[in-house]
């Protein structure tokens, strides 16, 4: 009995860790496609989502709007916005002030600004 126990939790370990590779090899659960990232689909939506509801026309705060490429672009390549944005949790700098962007929002806007920060 101790031994099928054993071997069971074995199999299960042994499983977990087939799964867990293969999930690290494809990236199923949380794919991040940085290969084709463009303002339209990608940054706006992620502005929009994170930035815009306090930094926007007609309410910007510390005078800065993030509403539109102008806006975008402007504090983008700038450097401001990658700078605020690249900073670790806790630094009281950081953009958005309630914690930072996921690891793949990050990368996007990263790639973003380094093409050119493009109105694409
Ligand atoms: C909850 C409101 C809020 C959100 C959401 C927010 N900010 Fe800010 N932001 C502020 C405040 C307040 C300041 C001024 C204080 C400071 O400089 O940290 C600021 C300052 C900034 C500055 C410096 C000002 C300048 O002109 O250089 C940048 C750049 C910036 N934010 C970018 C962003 C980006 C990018 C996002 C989204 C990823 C974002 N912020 C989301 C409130 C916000």
């Known amino acids: 009995m101790k031994y099928a126990f054993a071997f ?4 299960l370990l042994l499983w977990n860790c087939t799964a867990r590779n293969e999930e690290d090899q494809y990236g199923t659960d949380d794919p991040c ?3 084709a990232v463009s303002y339209s689909q990608d940054v706006s939506v992620i502005l929009s989502a994170n930035c815009t509801s306090c930094h926007n026309d007609s309410n910007p705060t510390a005078g800065l709007s993030l509403e539109g ?3 975008a672009s402007t504090s983008a390549l700038g450097g401001a ?3 605020r ?3 670790p949790n806790g630094d009281p700098l ?3 002030p ?12 990263r790639k973003w600004v380094n093409e050119g920060a493009l109105d694409n």
């Not at 069971?8 to 199999?11: E, K, L, Y």
């Not at 309630?98 to 806007?109: F, I, P």
């Open 94 to 96: 950081l953009m958005p």
């Open 81 to 83: 916005l990658m700078n």
């Open 85 to 87: 944005v690249q900073r």
């Open 8 to 11: 069971i939790s074995f199999t």
């Open 69 to 71: 490429h102008t806006n």
């Open 33 to 35: 496609e940085t290969a």
């Open 98 to 109: 309630y914690g930072q962007l996921s690891e793949c929002d990050q990368a996007k806007l």
